[in-house]
């Protein structure tokens, strides 16, 4: 009988410390877990230490509070002109309620993977390829806030949808390609039609420039050469005009240096000539200063015979 007792006692101490135990739970932190009394729901426990009602409280549903990435396996859409494409993604959501995540909905992942695999399909469906693969992020919001919306009566909160790839088949892409690569041929032809437009404009408006430039070279030119013909007639006039004045006063000497200082010139410009290689002519300095002095007889004579006509008797000093 004694050792009966033990028994029974230590049977006891073993269920009293399994009840225990069992009624004692630990919530680790990024988590929440439903409590179920008698297999109804009826609390949610949070991170923490909790103690359950033995045999009359469970814990239901553990569930994950953190933010959570679900990837969507590749399929193939229909665009809507016709053009068959192969995308996948990924959507990241998170529990708010867990709850209603935990009984709102049977397998939440499978879920949300299904409601997103068809929206993809939904709104890449209403869109021409090009705007498929040219506004992804239109795409992404449209597909976030679908889906969004519909897990909302399930405590979830969609905080991103990804399209991660969009493949057009082999032939589109081929097209693709030969329509990519003829419009930057287009492009770089124009682009060198414009170049050597604008190099012929520049150089013919700097032709035009030279032009002009030359223009006012020559004009200014004709200006300087007009105005020193003016100023040496002007200084050859001014010249003649005082050989008639010393003339008319009866200075001799004024013409024979007129005379003589034409022509030393005229020597001048026979010898410098390059036509001219032999010249006939008194180039002595004797024949010269002769022919100066005949000059100036001459000269006295003209004198003489308009004193005579005048009845004026020359002075002291003039020839008679």
């Not at 009359?56 to 990435?69: A, L, P, T």
């Not at 969507?72 to 995540?101: C, H, R, W, Y």
């Not at 001459?298 to 006509?309: R, S």
Request: a negative charge; charged letters at 25%; zero cysteines.
């Amino acid at each position: 009988m004694p050792e009966l007792t033990v028994i029974v006692l230590l049977l006891i101490i073993g269920l009293a410390i399994t009840i225990l135990f069992s009624a004692i739970v630990v919530v680790k932190q990024g988590f929440e877990y439903t409590v179920e009394r008698l297999g109804r729901y009826t609390k949610t426990l949070t991170p923490g230490f909790h103690f359950l009602t033995p045999f009359i409280e469970r814990v239901g549903q553990k569930v994950n509070m953190m933010e959570q990435v679900l990837d969507i396996p590749t399929q193939e859409v229909i665009t809507k002109d016709n053009a068959m494409v192969a995308s996948d993604g990924v959507v990241f959501f998170q529990i708010l309620n867990a709850s209603s995540a935990a009984y709102e909905v049977s397998n939440l992942t499978l879920a949300i993977l299904n409601l997103t695999m068809t929206n993809i399909r939904t709104v890449m469906g209403s869109m021409d390829l090009d705007e498929l693969l040219s506004k992804r992020d239109d795409i992404n919001a449209r597909l976030m806030n679908v889906v969004d919306a519909a897990t909302q009566p399930w405590g979830v909160k969609i905080t991103r949808v990804e399209i991660k790839d969009i493949t057009p088949p082999r032939d589109i892409v081929d097209a693709m390609a030969r329509q990519m690569k003829a419009e930057r041929d287009k492009r770089a032809t124009v682009l060198e039609a414009q170049g050597d437009r604008e190099s012929e404009i520049l150089r013919a408006e700097g032709e035009k420039q030279a032009a002009i430039l030359e223009a006012e070279g020559r004009r200014e030119a004709a200006f300087r050469d007009a105005e020193a013909r003016e100023r040496e007639a002007e200084a050859e006039a001014n010249a003649t005009v005082a050989v008639s004045n010393a003339i008319a006063s009866g200075e001799g000497q004024a013409i024979q240096y007129f005379i003589a200082q034409k022509y030393v010139d005229a020597l001048k410009s026979f010898s410098t000539s390059p036509n001219q290689k032999l010249v006939f002519m008194p180039l002595e300095a004797s024949n010269v200063i002769g022919a100066i002095g005949g000059i100036g007889e001459l000269f006295d004579e003209i004198k003489q015979t308009k004193a005579a006509g005048t009845g004026r008797v020359p002075t002291a000093g003039e020839p008679r």
